[in-house]
């Protein structure tokens, strides 16, 4: 069964920071592109970051460019993201992702709440 | 890059069919045939529903369909169900600097 795992969400303060982690089973995790997808209380999906399966080539959104930081093991069959400089506006539910091509999420973490408050 | 235009709310009786409909400009949907829709039930993980405008993954009962014209993408729940209320999303490919857009979302009621 393919399964993605969040863990590393909490409480933190402006301007600090925290490294979400995100373990997969169930799939060969070193041929897939991982994503990073968030929500904010009552609001909607926003996508946050990717990182290519080979090259591990990585884009981000312009609202955490410069801030933000996705990776990944293959060995250990584990997807991060490090999060510096945090703002309130990044509350939010994030998920990992699972990339089909093209262009769509086939699988999804059940996404662990970081809350950004002082 | 702004979220794509959906309505906040549809619904219909069991049995009956809805359609939620997703706008957007011509460099989203218009440009491309990568358009995807989520499921999301309260308090879960989005599920994958739709790819490539129409086509279903494994496990995703035919009552549910994607068209594209123009620029507008459309979901359309057939036959609906009351296990089929929940919030859904689009989602598009926008080109490589901010490739993936999500919609504005809508909720579906069953009434």
């Known amino acids: 069964e393919v399964q993605l795992v969040e863990s590393g969400g909490g409480l933190v303060q402006p301007g600090g920071s925290l490294r979400l982690s995100c373990a997969a089973s169930?799939?060969?995790?070193?041929?897939?592109?991982m994503f990073w997808v968030r929500q904010a209380p009552g609001k909607g999906l926003v996508w946050v970051s990717y990182i290519r399966s080979d090259d591990f080539i990585t884009t981000y959104a312009d609202s955490v460019k410069g801030r933000f930081t996705i990776s990944r093991d293959n060995a250990k069959n584990t997807l991060y993201l490090q999060m510096n400089d945090l703002r309130a506006e990044d509350t939010a539910v994030y998920y990992c992702a699972r990339g089909m091509w093209p262009y769509s999420f086939d699988c999804w973490g059940q996404g662990t709440l970081v809350t950004v408050s002082s | 890059q702004s979220a794509l235009t959906q309505p906040p709310s549809a619904s219909g009786s069991p049995g009956q069919s809805v359609t939620i409909s997703c706008s957007v400009t011509s460099s989203d949907v218009g440009g491309y045939n990568y358009v995807s829709w989520y499921q999301q039930h309260p308090g879960k993980a989005p599920k994958l529903m739709i790819y490539?405008?129409?086509k279903r993954p494994s496990g995703v009962p035919d009552r549910f369909s994607g068209s594209k014209s123009g620029n507008t993408a459309s979901l359309t729940v057939s036959g609906l169900q009351a296990e089929d209320e929940a919030d859904y999303y689009c989602c598009s490919y926008a080109g490589s600097n901010n490739p993936y857009v999500f919609g504005t979302g809508t909720k579906v009621t069953v009434l």
């Open positions: 169930g799939f060969t995790f070193s041929k897939y592109w």
């Open positions: 490539e405008v129409s």
